[in-house]
C-alpha cells in the first residue's frame, strides 16, 4: 500500500522524472546532493562579490586585469546557466522569475552583459551578494528561517502605526525648519526653508552633522528643545515594533526549508502539504 500510495504522489506531483529531481537539487536542501549543490553555490557567489571588489582596486586591476576579466566571465556564465536550471525546474517559470529571488539571480547576472555596452554597469554585479541569503534554507537553518518570518510578520503589525510615527515626524521637521529659517535666516546659514529642514532632520535625529548651526539665542534654544525631543522619539519606533514582534512570535508556526516546485515560494509550515501561494501540492 505505501508504494501505492508513493506511485499516486508522484503521479500528482506537478513535476516528474528529470526535472523533479533537478528542482530537488536546486531548490531543497534536505538531500546529500542538494546541500552540495547549495553550499557550493555560495562558495560562488562569495567568490565572484571578491573578484568584483578586487577590480575596483586600481593597483590590482592593472597587475591581474586578464585574470580578473576570465574569472568574471567564468562566474558569470556559471551563474547564468544555474539560472536557466532553475527555471526550467519549476512548472511555471515565469513565477519564480518574478519572485524576489529569482529578480535577484537575473540581476546577478546582468550587469556583466550590459558591461558589454555600458562599461559602467560592471560594478553592479556585488548585487549578487543578496543571494547568499539563500544560506538560511541551505543550511537548513529552520530556527532562523522561523525568526525571519516572525520579524516579517511583526514589521506588518506595526506598518500602520509607523506610518502615522513617520507622518508625525515629516510634519514636526517642516515646523521646526521653517521656525528656524525665520529665526536665523540666511545670514547664519539657513539660506532656504528645505535646508532649514534638512538640519531639523539632522539635528532631531541627533547626528549632528554641524555643517550649519544657530547663533542666535532663540535659535540655540530651539535646537536644545529639538535634540531633547530626538532622544524620546527614536524609542518609539522601538517600542511599536517591539510590541508587533511580540504578537507575531505568539502566531508564527514552525516554517519549513521545503519550496513549492510550482512557483519556488518558501516559508511554508513544517507539516504543510499544498504550497500557501499557488495550492500546488508539496
Not at 52 to 62: A, P
Not at 63 to 68: A, F, G, T
Not at 232 to 249: D, Y
Not at 263 to 270: K, P
Amino acid at each position: 500500500m505505501a508504494k501505492i500510495g508513493s506511485y499516486r504522489e508522484r503521479e500528482s506531483h506537478p513535476l516528474n522524472g528529470w526535472r523533479l529531481k533537478l528542482h530537488e537539487i536546486i531548490f531543497e536542501a534536505d538531500t546529500p546532493a542538494g546541500n552540495a549543490f547549495d553550499i557550493l553555490l555560495i562558495v560562488s557567489i562569495l567568490l565572484s562579490v571578491a573578484v568584483v571588489m578586487l577590480d575596483s582596486v586600481r593597483s590590482i586591476r592593472v597587475d591581474y586585469i586578464d585574470q580578473l576579466h576570465v574569472l568574471e566571465w567564468f562566474f558569470t556564465v556559471l551563474f547564468t546557466i544555474e539560472y536557466v536550471l532553475r527555471l526550467i525546474s519549476v512548472a511555471r517559470p515565469m513565477r519564480y522569475a518574478t519572485s524576489f529571488f529569482g529578480v535577484v539571480d537575473l540581476l546577478a547576472i546582468l550587469p556583466t552583459y550590459l558591461a558589454l555596452l555600458f562599461p559602467a554597469t560592471h560594478y553592479l554585479v556585488v548585487i549578487r551578494i543578496l543571494r547568499v541569503l539563500r544560506i538560511f534554507r541551505i543550511l537548513k537553518l529552520a530556527h532562523h528561517l522561523k525568526e525571519a518570518s516572525v520579524l516579517m510578520e511583526g514589521l506588518r503589525e506595526s506598518r500602520s502605526k509607523i506610518t502615522v510615527f513617520l507622518f508625525a515626524v515629516f510634519t514636526l521637521v517642516v515646523i521646526c525648519g521653517s521656525l528656524m529659517y525665520v529665526i536665523e535666516g540666511e545670514e547664519n546659514g539657513f539660506t532656504s526653508i528645505p535646508r532649514s529642514i534638512y538640519w531639523a532632520v539632522v539635528t532631531l535625529t541627533t547626528v549632528g552633522y554641524g555643517d550649519i548651526s544657530p547663533q542666535t539665542n532663540i535659535g540655540q534654544t530651539l535646537a536644545s528643545l529639538i535634540m531633547v525631543m530626538g532622544y524620546g522619539i527614536i524609542a518609539v519606533p522601538t517600542g511599536i515594533v517591539t510590541v508587533g514582534l511580540t504578537r507575531a512570535s505568539r502566531n508564527v508556526q514552525p516554517v519549513s526549508t521545503q519550496a513549492c516546485p510550482v512557483c519556488s515560494g518558501e516559508g511554508h509550515d513544517s507539516n504543510a502539504k499544498f504550497c500557501k501561494f499557488c495550492g500546488s501540492p508539496m
